[in-house]
């Protein structure tokens, strides 16, 4: 029979009383960083790539994408970042601003013709999905549901590609200014009793191209 020494003389616990017992302070140097090493990846892991921006206030922790789910025109206007801006007014969704008041609670507006609008500042806080308005918001101008706008009667009730190559591309941009992971990505009605944005937005295949 071989001569096998008892296993707890081996592996992890040797090697600690090994380093307890020298005077090298190089040896317990190797230990802190490894120990260390693995908190990082830890933490890598519980936050992604972006987790310490998570830890500025005024910094966003992910998106939420809606619809107006209103008609591309309305109250005799297209519907854009200033009329959104009127009847959020009347919500009482102000924000003061460093230049002026904000009542848009999403931080872009992308109309049909895919033109993307600025909101509130990416720094304000948003106003557009209760308790999760740490997120920025942003909203597609039209009805994509098809249960409130079955037959197009409020207009197209999917996102036009102009709208949909728009939207790739703020996400894009947001995502790489952010360290987003697809995990950072929502639906309003992810968070909410709301068809919004309406089943008519591919949203799988909208995260899926925007991490292409
Ligand atoms: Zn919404």
Known sequence: MADQRPSGHHGL????????????????????????GLGWTWLGMQYGSGWWRQLLPTSPIGIIIHHSASPATAEGQEVDVHLIDRWHERRGFARA??????????????LPDGTIQRGRPEHMRGAHCEGHNDQLGICL??????????????????PTEAQLAALDHLLERLIRRY??????????????PTACPGDGLPFERVVREAFR
């Not at 601003?97 to 992308?110: A, K, L, Q």
Request: with cysteine; proline share 6%.
């Open 13 to 36: 616990p040797a090697l600690l009383q090994a380093l307890s017992r020298t005077e090298n302070g190089c040896a317990w140097l190797l230990l802190g960083l490894a120990i260390g």
């Open 97 to 110: 601003g460093e230049d002026r008041t904000y009542h848009v609670g999403y931080h872009y507006v992308i």
């Open 141 to 158: 101008v039209g009805n994509f549901s098809s249960s409130a706008n079955p037959h197009g009667r409020y207009g197209p009730n999917r």
């Open 179 to 192: 360290g987003f992971t697809p995990a950072n990505i929502h639906r309003h009605r992810d968070y909410a």
